[in-house]
């Protein structure tokens, strides 16, 4: 959306007028296409945190990015140039339109490749930390289920020295 609102400001400002087709079409593409990147980088990133669980955030967004990042960057680039190239189209409003959606396109990539990782690394620091706590969990667990233990088989001894202090000898 802060793409979408970006591509819409920097249209008007270069005097571009809204029409219907601008209007009522172009923000259901607008957020098709930019959904469309955001698929791409959370599959891979899904892919890339079932691997290597664990890891820095750093190099999760970065291996992330190595794996979608040149599909969203050639789609997003074929998309806008496609859009541009119709420009040629004499017809006014669709040159708008035209204009408008390959610059929609490019704002949508640069979201995409700059505020999406970000928030990735905040999802990878938000693992890493569950991480961290769930292992200081587990060894709390682990810690308390032992001393149980001890005690269970202290309690056992007890029993089983008193219950042979009392047995009447044979």
């Known amino acids: 959306l802060a793409g979408n609102a970006a591509a819409y400001g920097l249209i008007a400002l270069a005097g571009y007028k809204y029409?219907?087709?601008?209007?009522?079409?172009?923000?259901?593409?607008?957020?098709?296409?930019?959904?469309?990147?955001?698929?791409?980088?959370l599959h891979a990133y899904k892919g890339v945190m079932k691997h290597f669980r664990g890891g820095k955030k750093e190099v999760l967004v970065a291996l992330t990015l190595m794996e979608a990042g040149s599909s969203v960057t050639i789609t997003s680039f074929a998309n806008a140039c496609v859009f541009f190239a119709s420009y040629m189209i004499p017809i006014e409003a669709l040159q708008a339109f035209s204009v408008s959606a390959g610059t929609i396109v490019l704002f949508n990539w640069l979201t995409a490749m700059t505020l999406i990782p970000f928030m990735l690394g905040v999802w990878a620091q938000l693992f890493e930390t569950r991480a961290a706590v769930d292992v200081s969990l587990k060894d709390a667990i682990a810690e308390l289920s032992l001393e149980k233990k001890r005690d269970a088989a202290a309690a056992v001894q007890g029993a089983r020295a008193a219950a042979d202090r009392t047995a009447p000898a044979a």
């Open 19 to 41: 029409n219907a087709t601008m209007t009522q079409a172009l923000p259901f593409l607008a957020l098709g296409l930019g959904v469309d990147d955001l698929f791409l980088l």
